[in-house]
């Protein structure tokens, strides 16, 4: 059975109480001893030589006090992981050596560290496709990264005071509680990851933050602030132009995310239909085109990649990081036009998506029929409704809203050129 010991290298200057030495653990398996090193450095002072552990005695200072007793607990929290591997290695009733304690204890450090595990996840995810979740992982790490000042903490060491530290730190900085809430279902998901892989014990550490979805500020517009966006007049302004035009057709496509414009291709256009495949979902749809949609294509030199609309325009640009850009350009621009129309909402392409749902909603489409027009996933409340629904269902409803600003449905093929 092997055994684990704490030990303190004491400073070369062994008569200056206050010299800064090292704790290391020493691991003895089969009379063989090997060293782990650790990062935690204390004063010879504050050593007790005959307990080997941190001694608190003397006028240590408050700020300092805290400090050991931090190091103490991430002592207990080490020796806890080092006898976890004992036991996994004792367990497969195979012979090992201390190399191979010391070996499985820095591999589990580098794996199941906070920051390690969450860059994992998020590279996984990427690797697969879903790009978007990924971004999302590598925000939260990002966030969590600031709230701890670029310190890392491994993933059996968080606890439900750490969440709820995380959670003030988030609305400190002036986030909304759907913001907290959104990195802690990520992190919550990353955790969950971690007690699946038996890798820790769950500690239920979300208990006492909230991971709800509160009610938004409304970001719909009305049809009729739609049709003065529509009508504005920007020739002037190439690049609040572009930005209007983008939005009146997100708009007009049922709402399409920025991300599914980008990379539409020109073969999906055919016979006056465009059939895509959704990146969030993988559902595939079909929106009619319109004469409207064909004139805004029509304004700008036809795109010398696949990609059938002026967004990534360059065969060395069409890339993830392009494309957000390209989309927070859009955004920045639109903002600029919102003090035009008398409005406060902020003008961005997902405010398209949302004035689309509503004004379905506002000329009596079932909820049904939205939810599949805009390609969501089925949920638990709407799955009874969606059954196989014909298209001219969807594209008669996308009629009637494009009917209210003014489009007019083409009356023969509208192909890309």
């Known amino acids: 059975m092997a055994s684990i010991k704490v030990k303190f290298r004491r400073s070369s200057a062994n008569s200056n109480p206050n010299a800064e030495g090292t704790i290391y653990y020493q691991v003895i398996h089969d009379r063989k001893v090997r060293q782990l090193r650790t990062s935690y450095r204390i004063t010879n002072s504050e050593w007790d030589e005959r307990r080997h552990t941190l001694s608190f005695a003397g006028r240590?200072?408050?700020?300092?006090?805290?400090?050991?007793?931090?190091?103490?607990?991430?002592?207990?929290?080490?020796?806890?992981?080092i006898h976890k591997i004992v036991k996994r290695l004792d367990d497969l009733d195979y012979p090992y050596s201390s190399d191979d304690i010391v070996d499985n204890y820095r591999e589990y450090c580098r794996e199941y560290s906070l920051f390690n595990f969450i860059g994992s996840v998020s590279r996984k995810l990427n690797d697969r496709g879903k790009t978007r979740t990924s971004g999302t992982y590598n925000a939260t790490l990002n966030s969590f990264k600031r709230f701890r000042g670029d310190v890392d903490i491994m993933l059996d060491d968080i606890d439900s005071e750490i969440i709820e530290a995380y959670e003030a730190?988030?609305?400190g900085s002036g986030v909304t509680y759907?913001?907290?809430?959104?990195?802690?279902?990520?992190?919550?998901?990353?955790?969950?990851?971690?007690?699946?892989?038996?890798a820790i014990i769950d500690r239920r550490p979300f208990r006492h933050v909230y991971t709800g979805i509160d009610r938004t500020i409304k970001r719909a517009l009305p049809v009729e602030t739609i049709r003065r966006l529509?009508?504005?007049?920007?020739?002037?302004?190439?690049?609040?132009?572009?930005?209007?035009?983008?939005?009146?057709?997100?708009?007009?496509?049922?709402?399409?995310?920025?991300?599914?414009?980008?990379?539409?291709?020109?073969s999906d256009l055919s016979n006056g239909y465009l059939t895509y495949t959704r990146r969030k979902t993988g559902r595939r749809l079909t929106i009619q085109w319109t004469k409207e949609m064909q004139e805004i294509l029509q304004k700008?030199?036809?795109?010398?990649?696949?990609?059938?609309?002026?967004?990534l325009n360059s065969p060395?640009?069409?890339?993830?990081?392009?494309?957000?850009?390209?989309?927070?350009?859009?955004?920045?621009?639109?903002k600029h036009i919102s003090p035009e129309l008398g409005i406060t909402i902020p003008l961005t392409l997902y405010v398209a998506r949302h004035s689309w749902a509503s004004a379905a909603r506002k000329i009596g489409v079932p909820i049904s029929v939205i939810s599949e027009g805009m390609g969501h996933e089925n949920e638990?409340?709407?799955?009874?409704?969606l059954a196989s629904l014909d298209t001219s269902a969807i594209d008669n409803a996308n009629m009637m809203i494009l009917k209210s600003i003014g489009e007019r449905s083409c009356t023969q093929s509208c192909n890309a050129r």
């Open 60 to 81: 240590t200072s408050a700020d300092r006090t805290r400090v050991l007793h931090e190091i103490k607990r991430k002592m207990r929290s080490d020796i806890e992981r």
């Open 169 to 171: 730190f988030l609305i």
């Open 178 to 198: 759907n913001t907290s809430s959104f990195y802690m279902r990520i992190l919550r998901a990353t955790y969950n990851r971690a007690v699946d892989s038996e």
């Open 316 to 334: 060395k640009s069409c890339t993830v990081n392009t494309y957000r850009t390209i989309s927070a350009r859009i955004n920045r621009n639109l």
């Open 380 to 385: 638990s409340t709407t799955r009874i409704y």
């Open 230 to 266: 529509k009508d504005l007049d920007l020739s002037g302004r190439p690049n609040l132009d572009y930005a209007r035009d983008m939005f009146i057709l997100s708009f007009a496509l049922r709402g399409m995310s920025f991300i599914d414009m980008a990379y539409l291709r020109k």
């Open 300 to 311: 700008y030199p036809e795109n010398p990649t696949p990609y059938l609309l002026p967004i």
